[in-house]
Each structure stands twice: as structure tokens, then as C-alpha cells.
């Protein structure tokens, strides 16, 4: 997908020139607000350490998949065909995956049960369409679950810093009110968890890459 992203950026600066030959009739710099939903599949990969040695008998992945929602704020300078901008995004979700093969236990789970992030936005301008790349600093809050036969049970909750990156359209269908589509690739990072009933003298690490699409409509002001 990355390569996607620098691919449709290097069209967009080889086809300005044509698209400079119609100058803009709307002008995107100001404050905006707005709502958005998201479906997202997510890739879970795990391996567990020994507590010690370090060593590692353990590797596998599993994937979850879910629904968000939330808000989005930000601010756009438009110069020229271009444009540079700030957003930030909150978002609920119901992202969650059931790893029932792993085996120190009975089952195991994982949900990101909230999630944001701060981006910089850069955009080329065709009058009432905006194409556009965004980037920044991703943070979910991931809950996994470690069971085994009776009452065993290790609970872990995180907060985690990663990254994310992406591109989108956007399109104003009216002179306050703008609906876009937008891809992006998240990364949260290892989350460590301690598995001290269910699996005593290890611990297990949780990598957590997303892809998601979301589709959003915002206010200007």
C-alpha cells in the first residue's frame, strides 16, 4: 500500500500542470469538523518470551477485524493547488480476535477498544476535490485476555504510541460541507503482556498492524 501512496503522490506532481490550466473556484484554508465510520482488519502477530533467558518457543499470528467510529478535527492552508493541514481524529471500536489456537490455555483475545491519532496532512487542490496523503502518531487502547481451564485468567490492558500513514479524496459538495475516502496503515507497536497465571515464567508480545477504510463528512467553518 505504501508503494500506492508514493506512486499516486508522484502522478499528482507530474498531471499539476494540467490540472493548474483551471484554476480553483474554492477556497479549503479554515477550521473544519467532522464525523466518520471505518471498517478495519488487523494482523496480530505474537511470540513469547521466556522470562530470564529470553528464549522463545512460540510464534504465531491471528487477525481481527471490526468497525470504528468517531470525530475528526483540523485546519487547512490552501496555497495556490496546494495544501498543508493538521488533523486529529478519536475513534471508538469494536476491533477484536479470537486466538483459540494459542497453546499455554484455553483461548485468548485481543480489542482495540479506542483509538486516535495527531497527522499532517498535504494535498493537491482541483477546485472542489482534494487528493491528499496524511501521517503522524497513532495511539490505541488494546485489551488482551489470557484463559486456561477453570478460573485462570490473565487481564491486560495498553496504551499504545505507534504510527500511522495514508491518502484519501476528499470532495466539497457544497461550500460547507465536504465527504471523503480514506485508506491508512497503522502500526501500534510490540505490546508486552504478562501471562503470570495462565502461563507462569513467560510473558507474550503482541505486534499489531491495521489497514482501514473509513468514509467521513465535515463541516467547514
Known sequence: MLKKIIVGTAFLAVASPVFAAQPSTYNWTGYYLGAQVGDSSVRDNIHDEEIGSGASDYHSHFNLQGVTGGIFTGYNFQHDMWLIGVEADAELSGIDGDNSRWPFGTDMTTKI?????????????????????????????????????????????????GWTLGGGFEHAFTPKWTVRFEYRYTDFGRITDSTITTDPGWMEHNDLIAHTVRVGIAYKF
Open 113 to 161: 477498544t479506542s483509538q486516535g491519532s495527531l497527522r499532517g496532512r498535504l494535498g493537491y487542490v482541483y477546485d472542489t476535490n482534494l487528493f491528499y496523503i496524511t501521517g503522524g502518531v497513532a495511539v490505541g487502547e488494546i485489551k488482551t485476555d489470557y484463559y486456561d481451564t477453570g478460573s485462570r485468567h490473565d487481564s491486560n490492558e495498553n496504551t499504545k504510541t
